[in-house]
């Protein structure tokens, strides 16, 4: 079992800045991969990114590109999802989950954490 806990949401301005943080912790040696996902209200879960456990390698959707950064931090075991020039396209509850593969479909992923609120105001 892998539990995954996110923190850091809340309500932001447009073009204003977030930090989520997605601790890791349990059995992790069969994991490979940090998800970050999204679901808008009557919407789709949506791929935001991932970060690969062991090398760091990162992949984000196009959506995100060039704002959202996923990075790993050892000391604290957690996963980060710093989100810059945020708009009200992005208020979503965000979600962070672990797999064994890389992949962007949300039902490849074995375990998700309970979600964090984030709401961009225009």
């Known amino acids: 079992q892998v539990q995954l806990d996110e923190s850091g949401g809340g309500l932001v301005q447009a073009g204003g800045s977030l930090r989520l943080s997605c601790a890791v912790s349990g059995r992790t040696l069969s994991t490979t991969v940090i998800g970050w996902f999204r679901q808008a209200p009557g919407k789709e879960r949506e791929f935001v990114g991932r970060i690969n456990w062991r090398s760091a390698a990162t992949y984000y959707a196009d959506s995100v590109k060039g704002r959202f950064t996923i990075s790993r931090n050892d000391a604290k075991n957690t996963v980060d999802l710093q989100m810059n020039s945020l708009t009200p396209e992005d208020t979503a509850v965000y979600y962070c989950?672990?797999?064994?593969?890389?992949?962007?479909?949300?039902?490849?992923?074995?375990?998700w954490g309970q979600g964090t609120q984030v709401t961009v105001s225009s």
């Open positions: 989950a672990a797999g064994r593969f890389s992949r962007t479909t949300p039902r490849l992923y074995d375990y």
